[in-house]
């Protein structure tokens, strides 16, 4: 499969039709890899894929938006792409996805697949460019059962739980560094005038903090995990993201990054809009 | 450092009985930056306005904050006298501690006055990070749109034109003329409706400023005041410019399905027909939903006896799209259903009939040439009985406001029939009679004294068709007895309710409703004509209930305001609006999602040195400062001027500190 990648990338790279190819390669040990930035041809034999691969590489886009790339491309990073898309953030013409076959990753830190690997319907990659590798059968719906079960909780239960989650946040900020949607040039998180949030590492602040940018990321976050994988204390933000999407699903019909055309659910409006949040 | 001064008003006692108001002052003057604080009996007056102008001007205070009333009421008044000073007008705030405070914590005075000084600290904080904003202008265009061509809209349209500016008024109908042209005499002086209403209607035609568009609809609405952009569809008439009115095509037509809506359903009408013999534009119109042609594909009769050629089968509509300066909504009423009044037939008694119906049968031009028989067997008749307040004053409908005109005109149509038919006898069944206005009073009285029209104080409470009579029970609660009264016909006088369609007609300008639809104004007493959407007047039956006097006079007024509007060289604009951030703007285009008035432009421009991207700008001009974009931004690119993030959390912080007040 490497060298499937290898030579595609090799072949998209002499014929000029992208500058960059972005992509993964070995790190410091077996259970490593790290995001590649290859620019010639001699330079793709860096590249690999394999189960270590769990960074979502659509991350780079918006840093790169002006020129052509090459993007290997997970199933479940391919969502990020067309959100970005949408969010134009760069043009679809000038990124070539390149869907990479998974099996499901592993997290090294624990050594077993990730909770979206388990219910992952997108093995096979959906809407990619070239497709490289056949992924097992994938045929797995996605389900939020543990989001459902975890709703269940009294209030006081799940505030409580939180309030123990963000205690250890050090407000490192990776969460935020690695999502593909929080782009902005300048988060309001690190503003001073107006100083919207606290600059000290206190339990409220946090969970602020994390309050804010998930509201931030509601109807544009496409669940790829990348901040619960990057979180050096590991605070279960899947949680989080995932119960984002479910709303976004069960409130709006809306998935992001799924349809070119519909518009996210927090920048329209329509008499018929669910009002379950407000009192 | 701010130099602010703090002015505390009484109101009178509106403030000053509820709200310890030199605690409010003192507490403001040991507030950072706040120069001087005094308490006056009525800021707003001349002397109180002084007393800001003297403080200014000994203190060299440099913004202020007013705790009085709500900024609705006396803004502009203060930042006038601030400009009067020689201060920013925007550098004043004001804290409303009469709506918000003493009106409505009357009950509590100590924490009335605890809150009253939170307020005023609060717009203390705000005004502390106030910025110099300057007033900006907008250029207008000189042409008004007046929608409906009734007597409000033709009344508007020629007091416009009259002042020499051009007009557009665009009616639903084929012809304009509206309910008046329906109308037999009107009250209280008994002349002749289509005598008075027809050399209005042909002035409107004629008049070189005003363009007419009959048989069209407003269908959209963008833009604001000075520039208002809207699409109106022309409805296909199937009948082209080369027509001279002749009338062959109406008098050929073979088609008798359709009812005439002009004379309210009692007879038929042609398919090509105009509503009226004086029908302004008089064109007819293909109804092709009633058209043998259009309904079977054969026939043509009116293109074969048209000596102009003049039918056009292959019309379609069409749509334009034109731009204003300001509107003015006229687009009439409904007249209230009756078929859900149980105790009159629930509508489907043929005698019982709606006032204006009874309008169409007295007309001379009506279905029956003047002649009023029964619609059932055209029977000439001798008793009638006329119910009140159908779909007004009754709860139970959902119809609890008077109509104001029904008592008015049951009386006239009594006293018609009477002048008619002298042998005929009318009963009234009234609730109470309302008659103010100029002469009112005197015209029922007449009724009741010179035509002997039988009032009878009570309701009806069943009719009954019984032997080719109908059998009228009702009270008559001034004598307590019980009345059943042998009727050839009912005439109910039927209220008033707004047009169908209006709230969907209201949304194409964000105008409001009240609960039954009729149009808001923006005061009831001080802007009647003007909207909550500057630029857009109303006038006549959309906004209430009211007779022609009164329709003529607000449509007047409107025209008034719409001169006022575009006397002036260009149209000042609050600065009060939106602004980007171009450096931290991501580009995401959220808020150019999110913006209802079209007001951010998406650029790609240099925001750095050598760094191009894609980024949000506002139109100045058009954005309304309603703050959605500064909602929707995530990375706090956008703000509101005079509403700015650091105003607001700075008020926030304000707001849930405790007060150390000593």
């Excluded at chain 1, 409130?251 to 659910?265: I, K």
């Excluded at chain 2, 609705?72 to 409303?96: D, L, Q, S």
Aim: proline share 4%; aromatic share 8%; glycine share 6%.
């Amino acid at each position: 499969m490497d060298k499937e990648l290898q030579d595609l990338i090799k072949k998209l790279l002499t014929e000029k039709k992208v500058d960059y190819a972005i992509g993964y390669e070995k790190a410091y040990d077996e259970f490593s890899t790290r995001p590649a930035f290859v620019t010639s041809a001699e330079d793709t034999a860096r590249l690999i894929f394999n189960k270590y691969c769990i960074n979502n590489l659509g991350l780079y886009l918006t840093k790169l938006k002006k020129n052509k790339i090459a993007l290997i491309c997970k199933g479940c990073d391919i969502p990020t792409v067309r959100e970005l898309v949408k969010e134009k953030q760069f043009s679809r013409e000038n990124v070539i996805v390149i869907g990479a076959a998974c099996d499901g990753v592993l997290d090294k830190r624990t050594g077993k697949q990730p909770e979206k690997c388990l219910n992952c319907g997108v093995k096979q990659p959906k809407g990619a460019d070239f497709t490289v590798g056949t992924a097992k059968d994938s045929t797995t719906a996605r389900n939020f059962n543990d989001v459902a079960e975890f709703e269940k909780k009294s209030s006081k239960e799940k505030m409580q739980f939180w309030d123990r989650q963000f205690e250890k946040c050090i407000r490192c900020y990776a969460c935020r560094n690695v999502c593909p949607v929080c782009y902005c040039p300048d988060c309001f998180a690190q503003r001073s005038m107006p100083e919207y949030l606290n600059k000290n590492v206190d339990a409220e602040e946090n969970k602020m903090f994390h309050m804010i940018r998930m509201q931030h990321v509601f109807g544009r976050c496409t669940d790829c995990k990348a901040c619960d994988t990057a979180c050096p204390v590991n605070i279960p933000l899947t949680l989080l993201t995932k119960k984002l999407a479910k709303d976004a699903k069960e409130l709006f019909n809306y998935e992001s990054g799924a349809d070119m055309d519909a518009r996210p659910p927090l920048s329209t409006y329509d008499e018929d809009d669910p009002e379950s949040g407000i009192m | 450092m701010a130099r602010i001064g703090v002015f505390v008003c009484h109101c009178g006692t509106n403030i000053a009985g509820v709200v310890d108001v030199t605690r409010v002052a003192k507490y403001a003057g040991s507030l950072p930056g706040v120069k001087v604080a005094v308490d006056y009996k009525f800021m707003c007056s001349d002397p109180g306005q002084n007393t800001i102008i003297d403080a200014i001007k000994k203190y060299g205070l440099d913004r202020l904050v007013v705790s009085a009333c709500s900024p609705r009421m006396h803004e502009a008044t203060f930042r006038r006298t601030a400009e009067r000073a020689g201060i920013n007008p925007y550098m004043v705030e004001m804290a409303n501690i009469r709506e918000h405070v003493a009106w409505v914590h009357s009950d509590d005075k100590e924490l009335a006055t605890q809150k009253a000084m939170k307020l005023m600290e609060m717009a203390v904080a705000k005004v502390r990070r106030s910025e110099a904003l300057s007033k900006m202008f907008a250029p207008i265009e000189k042409r008004a749109l007046v929608i409906g061509g009734g007597i409000a809209g033709i009344q508007a349209a020629l007091d416009i034109a009259g002042a020499g500016y051009k007009v557009l008024l665009v009616e639903k109908e084929p012809s304009i003329g509206g309910r008046m042209a329906q109308l037999d005499k009107t009250f209280p002086t008994l002349d002749c409706s289509a005598c008075i209403l027809t050399p209005k209607m042909v002035a409107a035609a004629q008049d070189p400023n005003i363009t007419l568009l009959t048989y069209a609809e407003v269908t959209e609405v963008c833009g604001f005041v000075g520039q208002f952009e809207v699409k109106i569809k022309k409805k296909a008439k199937s009948v082209n410019s080369k027509c001279i009115g002749c009338g062959v095509c109406t008098t050929k037509c073979p088609s008798k399905k359709a009812l005439s809506e002009f004379d309210e359903k009692l007879a038929p009408r042609k398919a090509i027909y105009t509503p009226f013999p004086q029908a302004v534009p008089n064109v007819p119109v293909i109804d092709r939903t009633a058209c043998t042609f259009f309904l079977t594909g054969k026939c043509k009769i009116c293109e074969k006896v048209c000596p102009t050629g003049a039918i056009d089968y292959t019309q379609q509509d069409e749509f334009i799209k034109e731009k204003f300066g300001a509107v003015v909504v006229a687009t009439g009423f409904d007249i209230y259903d009756h078929s859900n009044y149980g105790e009159y037939g629930y509508g489907e008694i043929k005698d019982v009939i709606t006032g204006l119906q009874f309008e169409r049968l007295i007309s001379s031009t009506g279905p029956t040439a003047g002649h009023v028989t029964r619609p059932s067997d055209h029977r000439e008749v001798k008793n009638v009985v006329f119910i009140q307040c159908v779909g007004s004053r009754d709860e139970a409908k959902k119809r609890p406001y008077c109509s104001r005109v029904c008592c008015m005109y049951t009386a006239k149509q009594a006293m018609l029939l009477k002048d008619h038919y002298p042998e005929t006898q009318a009963y009234v069944f009234y609730i109470d009679i309302r008659s103010a206005g100029k002469n009112y009073e005197e015209f029922v009285q007449r009724a009741q004294n010179e035509y002997g029209v039988l009032y009878l104080r009570g309701r009806v409470s069943k009719i009954y068709e019984r032997a080719n009579k109908l059998l009228v029970k009702g009270a008559d609660t001034l004598s307590g007895a019980q009345v059943e009264i042998e009727a050839d016909l009912v005439v109910l006088a039927n209220g008033f309710e707004p047009k169908k369609g209006a709230k969907e007609f209201a949304q194409l300008f964000h105008m409001s409703s009240d609960q039954y639809g009729f149009y808001n104004e923006l005061h009831p007493k001080l802007a009647p004509v003007e909207t909550a959407i500057s630029g857009v007047f109303v006038a006549g039956c959309c906004q209430s209930p009211k007779d022609i006097p009164d329709t003529v006079a607000m449509a007047s007024a409107t025209a008034a305001k719409v001169c006022a509007l575009f006397a002036k060289e260009k149209l000042e604009v609050e600065p009060l609006i939106a602004g980007v951030n171009q450096l931290t703007c991501s580009g995401c285009e959220t808020c150019y999602n999110v913006c209802p008035y079209s007001a951010i432009e998406m650029k790609d421009k240099e925001v750095k040195r050598g760094e191009v991207r894609h980024v949000a700008e506002v139109l100045e001009s058009v954005c309304k400062g309603c703050g959605a974009c500064v909602g929707a931004c995530y990375s706090k690119a956008v703000d509101l001027k005079g509403f700015t993030d650091r105003q607001v959390l700075d008020q926030v912080e304000t707001a849930t500190a405790p007060i150390t007040d000593n």
